[in-house]
């Protein structure tokens, strides 16, 4: 019970501390004013409860207290991912451990952990063991700096267009479509709405018979080349693209034309980079029709 009392001073005093604040202190956006002594009541209740935890004092309070400390809404995201990584066969002391790390952090965090992790984990998405399920997961919420929203998204359509489950026919595994899947939803921070919709649109284009018509294999590692390149290069090498083989424009074979393309195209940034890239050289036009 003294510990209890202990605990919960703790939190009024934080409590007050900032309802003692001046009135532009209250206004500033910059502050959130915490619902602490909830969060330590429903995360105390739940870790002396709950079949897995059963806690005792003092380490009952105590670890309450700690939960708390992430501010309001704080003991929900540790309650949603203790339970959910306890069910998936995560011991009692990790599964705190991740549970207190997102316990701090946001509700936008927290669910793009939980999503992501769901998707490498659960046997009808990629069915990847708890250790690279959880990497995974963590690299796409608690490591990634941008719009989580977005990149939960993405990781989600990639995940679903190239596991071993998908029609796409893609020559992956499971677990390189993970880290494929992570790569590049954490690469599409500067793009507008998402880096998944532009990879399947020059996916799409590669892989047409009427466009360039490569392999699944081979459109799937250009795709990825160019997407990686930043926002501009996929429409880039489409329009490079279509240029090389018009007969208005270079008139160029289909092999010739993606070389060019891509060449072009993965230049987008090019006046970014500290050095210089090469110049492109258009290649000859063929005397005599296309390849």
């Known amino acids: 019970m003294t510990a209890l009392l202990l605990a919960l001073s703790g939190c009024s005093h934080s409590v007050t501390k900032k309802s003692s604040a001046s009135t532009a202190e209250e206004s500033d956006p910059r502050l959130e004013l915490c ?43 540790f309650i949603s991912a203790a339970k959910l990584l306890i069910r998936s066969g995560l011991n009692r002391r990790d599964a705190t451990n991740w549970g207190l790390k997102l316990a701090r952090d946001s509700d936008a965090r927290a669910q793009a952990f939980s999503s992501a992790f769901k998707r ?7 069915d990847l063991d708890l250790s690279t399920a959880l990497k995974i997961a963590s690299e796409v919420s608690l490591e990634f700096p941008g719009d989580l929203r977005r990149v939960r998204d993405d990781f989600e359509r990639l995940v679903d267009f ?47 018979e009427r ?27 489409i329009q490079a693209y279509r240029y090389a083989v018009s007969g ?3 008139g160029l074979g289909r092999s010739e034309a993606i070389a060019f393309a891509r ?5 987008t940034t090019a006046k970014n980079e500290a050095k210089p890239a090469a110049p492109v050289v258009a290649p000859s036009r063929p005397e005599s029709g296309k390849n």
């Open 120 to 126: 490498a984990y659960l046997e009808e998405y990629l």
């Open 162 to 208: 190239c596991s071993e489950k998908s029609d796409a026919g893609l020559p992956l595994s499971n677990v390189r479509c993970g880290e494929f899947a992570s790569s590049l939803a954490k690469k599409g921070a500067p793009w507008q709405g998402g880096i998944a919709s532009p990879f399947f649109r020059v996916f799409e284009f590669l892989t047409s």
């Open 35 to 77: 619902l602490t002594t909830r969060e330590f009541v429903t995360a105390l209740e739940f870790v002396r409860d709950d079949e897995n935890f059963r806690l005792k004092e003092p380490e009952a309070s105590e670890l309450a207290l700690q939960i708390a400390d992430g501010c309001t809404g704080a003991a929900q995201r």
């Open 248 to 250: 208005d424009g270079l």
């Open 211 to 237: 466009e360039a018509s490569l392999t699944t294999q081979d459109a799937f590692r250009t795709a990825e080349t160019l997407v990686s390149a930043g926002p501009k290069a996929p429409e880039n090498f």
């Open 263 to 267: 060449n072009l195209s993965i230049r």
